[in-house]
């Protein structure tokens, strides 16, 4: 069984940072390609990065381009989600997911399994 645990939510000041985590049980890290999605209810899934099998690939969405970092420990089986320079419209449930495919996509149907997500609140 595969499972996806996130953690490292907050509540935090525009212009902060908070780093997200993401342990991956019953999947070997290094064969699959994770993303990072955020939702604001009402509206859909925002795809936000995604780091590739090895971690050599990353994609970012525009609106997190150059202030958020994704990253992955396959030994620990962890994937992260830095988040710098925060602003009040990166509020919001972000989750995690895991693809087969061998680098991250943004379409959230191409993810076969996600976590429960963790809330990140930036204050204005």
């Known amino acids: 069984q595969v499972t996806l645990v996130e953690s490292g939510g907050g509540l935090v000041q525009a212009g902060g940072s908070l780093r997200v985590s993401c342990v991956v049980s019953?999947?070997?890290?290094?064969?699959?390609?994770m993303g990072w999605f955020r939702r604001v209810p009402g509206q859909e899934r925002e795809f936000v990065a995604g780091?590739?099998?090895?971690?050599?690939?990353?994609y970012y969405g525009d609106s997190v381009k150059g202030r958020f970092t994704v990253s992955k420990d396959n030994d620990k089986n962890t994937v992260y989600l830095q988040m710098d320079s925060l602003k009040p419209e990166d509020t919001g449930v972000y989750y995690c997911?895991?693809?087969?495919?061998?680098?991250?996509?943004?379409?959230?149907?191409?993810?076969?399994?996600w976590g429960q997500g963790t809330q990140v609140t930036v204050s204005s």
């Open positions: 780091i590739s099998r090895t971690g050599q690939t990353t």
């Open positions: 019953g999947r070997t890290l290094s064969r699959f390609a």
């Open positions: 997911a895991s693809t087969s495919y061998y680098t991250p996509q943004t379409a959230p149907e191409n993810y076969d399994a």
